[in-house]
C-alpha cells in the first residue's frame, strides 16, 4: 500500500488547512505525525478501522485538530483549525496493515506505511 500526502502550504496563524492522505489500498488503523526543524517526529492523532475511535496528542492540537477517514476513497484526513507557528512542520501520514480496534497507537513503530509528508508553514 503506498500512501500520498497531500494539503500543506503556507497558511497565517488563525488560519485552518485539510490535509489529505491517499491510500492506494485497504488499511485499517491510521494516523498523522509531524516533525518540525530540528526536532523528533511526533505524534499528532489517530484514527480506528472504521472512523469511529480517534486519538489526539494532547492539548497541543485537541480541539483544534480533527482527523477522519473516507473508506470508500480510501482517504484519510486532517482538518486543522487555528493554526499556529508552533504547527510548523511536515506532517506525514502513516497506516496499519492488520486490523486492531481502538486507535491508541502513537509511535511510529506501529505503522507500516508512511507517506512522504507534505510542509506545513504557519507564519505570525
Known amino acids: 500500500v503506498q500512501l500520498q500526502a497531500s494539503g500543506g502550504g503556507l497558511v497565517q496563524a488563525g488560519d485552518s488547512l485539510r490535509l489529505s492522505c491517499a491510500a492506494s489500498?485497504?488499511?485499517?488503523?491510521m494516523g498523522w505525525f509531524r516533525q518540525a526543524p530540528g526536532k523528533e517526529r511526533e505524534f499528532v492523532a489517530a484514527i480506528g478501522w472504521n472512523g469511529v475511535s480517534t486519538f489526539y496528542a494532547g492539548d497541543s492540537v485537541k480541539g483544534r485538530f480533527t482527523i477522519s477517514r473516507d473508506n470508500a476513497k480510501n482517504t484519510l484526513y486532517l482538518q486543522m483549525n487555528s493554526l499556529k507557528p508552533e504547527d510548523t512542520a511536515v506532517y506525514s501520514c502513516?497506516?496499519?496493515?492488520?486490523?486492531?480496534?481502538?486507535?491508541?497507537?502513537?509511535?511510529?513503530?506501529?505503522?507500516?506505511?508512511w507517506g512522504q509528508g507534505t510542509l506545513v508553514t504557519v507564519s505570525s
Open positions: 489500498g485497504r488499511t485499517y488503523v
Open positions: 502513516a497506516a496499519r496493515k492488520t486490523f486492531s480496534t481502538g486507535s491508541y497507537y502513537i509511535t511510529p513503530d506501529l505503522y507500516d506505511y
